[in-house]
């Protein structure tokens, strides 16, 4: 079946950091990736995607790469800031089958 | 119109009471979703309404009723819950109606079951 495994968190990061979320998955096939956010007293919110091999998602700094050869999609930003902090949902979807989501992340960035 | 609004925002019920949850979106996405989420836990798939039909039923207990009047409307009927049902509840809409990675997420409304 189909699976998400990421870095178990807090992570806790000073402002202007380099940030780096771990994700792995398990799947049949080619599945679309993905990274949502979720902050404090919100629902989520989708962050970035990738669809395909060689595709780099990225949106508001964030980034992260679908690789062919290997299954990691890590979230990387260069510089982070207060306001990112939140829960981190690295996600995988495979067409005919169900959503996954990994465990979450959460990120707290400190001034 | 690009968001999911969900109402209340927050709810508190007794085990015999009987109170429903309501979700709308217009963006014209033709796929509804009801998620479970506690706390420090990613969301947990409930239901998935597929032009306003229900296509995905996760085996959840007879005491949650999902309905979808119309394409835009998404409700969630509660019945006798039990205090373990607290959580907070996420509806989410995608554009095609077929279930789909690319999510619209509301904001919840937070349960809490006495």
Same mark, same amino acid.
């Given at each position: 079946?189909?699976?998400?495994?990421?870095?178990? +968190?807090?992570?806790?990061?000073? #402002?202007?950091?380099?940030?780096?979320?771990?994700?792995?998955?398990?799947?049949?096939?080619?599945?679309?990736?993905?990274?949502?956010?979720?902050?404090? +007293?919100?629902?989520?919110?989708?962050?970035?995607?990738?669809?395909?091999?060689?595709?780099? +998602?990225?949106?508001?700094?964030? #980034?992260?790469?679908?690789?062919? #050869?290997?299954?990691?999609?890590?979230? #990387?930003?260069?510089?982070?800031?207060?306001?990112?902090?939140?829960?981190?949902?690295?996600?995988?979807?495979?067409?005919?089958?169900?959503?996954?989501? +990994?465990?979450?992340?959460?990120?707290?960035?400190?001034? | 119109?690009?968001?999911?609004?969900?109402?209340?925002?927050?709810?508190?019920?007794?085990?015999?009471?009987?109170?429903?949850?309501?979700?709308?979106?217009?963006?014209?996405?033709?796929?509804?979703?009801?998620?479970?989420?506690?706390?420090?836990?990613?969301?947990?798939?409930?239901?998935?309404?597929?032009?306003?039909?229900?296509?995905?039923?996760?085996?959840?207990?007879?005491?949650?009723?999902?309905?979808?009047?119309?394409?835009?409307?998404?409700?969630?009927?509660?019945?006798?819950?039990?205090?373990?049902?607290?959580?907070?509840?996420?509806?989410?809409?995608?554009?095609?109606?077929?279930?789909?990675?690319?999510?619209?997420?509301?904001?919840?409304?937070?349960?809490?079951?006495?």
């Amino acid at each position: 079946g189909n699976s998400v495994t990421q870095m178990e +968190g807090p992570v806790t990061l000073s #402002e202007e950091a380099f940030l780096t979320i771990n994700c792995t998955y398990t799947a049949t096939g080619y599945p679309s990736l993905f990274w949502y956010v979720q902050y404090p +007293g919100e629902g989520l919110q989708l962050l970035l995607k990738a669809t395909k091999a060689d595709d780099k +998602g990225s949106n508001k700094g964030f #980034e992260a790469t679908y690789r062919k #050869e290997t299954t990691p999609f890590h979230l #990387e930003k260069g510089s982070v800031q207060v306001s990112d902090s939140a829960v981190y949902f690295c996600a995988l979807y495979n067409y005919g089958q169900n959503f996954v989501f +990994g465990p979450g992340t959460r990120l707290s960035v400190l001034p | 119109d690009t968001e999911v609004t969900q109402t209340p925002k927050h709810l508190v019920m007794g085990m015999t009471n009987k109170k429903s949850l309501k979700c709308e979106q217009h963006m014209g996405h033709r796929a509804m979703y009801w998620y479970k989420q506690k706390a420090k836990k990613p969301p947990e798939l409930m239901f998935v309404y597929s032009y306003e039909k229900l296509s995905i039923n996760e085996s959840v207990p007879s005491r949650f009723s999902p309905e979808c009047p119309n394409s835009s409307l998404l409700n969630l009927h509660l019945h006798a819950l039990q205090p373990e049902d607290s959580a907070l509840y996420l509806c989410a809409s995608s554009l095609h109606g077929q279930v789909s990675g690319e999510q619209y997420f509301g904001p919840g409304t937070r349960l809490t079951v006495t």
